[in-house]
């Protein structure tokens, strides 16, 4: 026996890559099973993505035309109110929370559930004066339209590096409060708007996230 393997001893180093797996191979293979593994996530998370519907339309009362990015955070909704003025509204998705104001009792028992909010920037402008804007603030939630600041704003020129931007809207005169929510209102910026971006947003999350998972695959397949 012993001379066998004395005889066999210098034809070991070529067997040896035939019997023995190389490093490189168990490398490869083990990427290839945490490949398929991922892969196999995704789809199961793109499958168990529920059907959207349609997007909503904006509210009949205030015609707006509806620009939707993929890929991107943020809807902008244009209107032409006459040949006077145009209104030009950009909301971001939710980006933002308030828990509930009672304490101690969670929504999943009833209470009451967190406020989402939507951050919203609306511009009016007028093709007479294209030199300025008027700037609004504001922070949609699911049921209202909060104004939370208004300035003008310089188109042509240099713009100031930090600008005056005035009081906060809570800070104003209530009167004057009053005016900007009617000014607002009568350009379709109202609570109804509020509601329609919340859900227009809600779909477009789902949209964008099948979206995001599917470039992940496909990326991955490659």
Not at 56 to 78: C, H, I, K, N
Not at 148 to 174: H, I, K, N, W
Request: hydrophobic share 35%.
């Amino acid at each position: 026996m012993a001379r066998r393997l004395l005889h066999l001893r210098p034809h070991l180093p070529s067997l040896a890559p035939r019997l023995i797996p190389s490093r490189q191979y168990m490398s490869d293979m083990r990427r290839s099973v945490f490949l398929d593994r991922l892969l196999r996530s995704l789809r199961s998370e793109i499958s168990s993505c529920r059907a959207e519907p349609a997007p909503p339309l904006p509210p009949s009362a205030a015609p707006f035309t509806v620009e939707d990015r993929p890929g991107e955070q943020y809807v902008r909704l244009r209107r032409a109110l006459s040949a006077e003025e145009e209104i030009r509204v950009d909301a971001s998705m939710v980006d933002g929370a308030v828990a509930p104001t009672r304490s101690g009792v969670d929504a999943q028992d009833g209470g009451p559930e967190a406020r989402m909010h939507i951050s919203v920037h609306v511009e009016v402008t007028k093709p007479a004066r294209p030199d300025f804007a008027l700037n609004f603030e504001c922070s949609a939630w699911p049921e209202e339209m909060d104004v939370e600041r208004v300035f003008p704003v310089r188109r042509s020129g240099p713009a100031p590096e930090q600008q005056y931007m005035g009081r906060q809207f809570r800070e104003l005169d209530e009167e004057m409060q009053t005016a900007v929510r009617d000014y607002l209102e009568e350009r379709g910026v109202n609570d109804e708007l509020a509601a329609f971006l919340h859900t227009y947003m809600e779909n477009k999350e789902q949209t964008e996230l099948v979206g995001w998972l599917k470039n992940i695959e496909c990326y991955l397949k490659k």
